[in-house]
């Protein structure tokens, strides 16, 4: 199976630069995900990584190291309506069924 | 278009009644599939759809969830005898199955309570 890590919380000011990690432990591997979450609200896509290296996509980067089992997600310049939940999320190899960790909450402040 | 639509939005039951959960998805998306999230918890499987192939049930947590996706477009989750351990709330999510499989649409989710 797969184990994913991440932190479960993180503040960031409006306008800054945050940088949300996440680790994992995998048999095989067919890519990497993040999601948004705002509160009591369903997840939209992000990103997908399946390569070494940087995605980048307007604001949003997201960094994957298969050597390493790490990526993360960055964010610039920061906006209130960036605070949400991040969920990494990663498929194992020859499998379409990702595995979510427990998300980061993401509180983005004046 | 249409994203995924999911009914009812909420639903209250008492303990040991059976209820059904819909998820209508996207039109065209071959995959499905059903997750639940528990307050604080990550999106946790429990079965995927595939075209017409067999499900993946590996995420089913007991013999009382079931789940049927009839035509290949609308799935009905079931739970039978609920407990209060069900308190969720269970998200439904379509994609493409063949290209962009990884990009999952998700529906507004069912906020089921158990008492």
């Known amino acids: 199976g797969q184990n994913i890590d991440q932190p479960t919380e993180m503040t960031a000011t409006e306008g800054a630069i945050v940088q949300i990690n996440c680790t994992y432990q995998?048999?095989?591997?067919?890519?990497l995900f993040w999601y948004q979450q705002h509160a009591g609200e369903a997840p939209t896509f992000l990103s997908y990584?399946?390569?070494?290296g940087l995605e980048e996509k307007g604001r949003f980067s997201s960094f994957l190291s298969r050597s390493k089992g790490y990526s993360y997600l960055l964010l610039k310049e920061l906006q209130m309506k960036d605070s949400a939940s991040y969920l990494c999320?990663?498929?194992?190899?020859?499998?379409?069924?990702?595995?979510f960790g427990r998300g980061t909450s993401l509180i983005v402040h004046p | 278009g249409a994203g995924v639509s999911q009914s009812p939005s909420n639903k209250v039951t008492e303990k040991g009644k059976d209820v059904e959960l819909r998820c209508d998805p996207i039109?065209?998306?071959?995959?499905l599939y059903w997750y639940r999230q528990s307050l604080g918890q990550g999106l946790e499987f429990l079965i995927y759809?595939?075209?017409?192939?067999?499900?993946?049930k590996s995420g089913l947590p007991s013999d009382r969830f079931s789940a049927e996706r009839t035509g290949g477009s609308v799935s009905t989750l079931t739970i039978q005898r609920t407990q209060q351990e069900d308190s969720a709330v269970y998200l439904c999510?379509?994609?493409?199955?063949?290209?962009?499989?990884?990009?999952?649409?998700f529906g507004p989710g069912t906020r089921l309570t158990v008492t």
């Open positions: 039109s065209g998306h071959t995959a």
């Open positions: 999320a990663v498929m194992g190899g020859g499998s379409y069924i990702p595995t």
């Open positions: 759809f595939q075209g017409n192939s067999a499900p993946d």
């Open positions: 990584n399946v390569l070494d």
């Open positions: 995998t048999s095989g591997f067919n890519g």
């Open positions: 999510a379509s994609s493409d199955g063949t290209g962009k499989f990884y990009e999952q649409y």
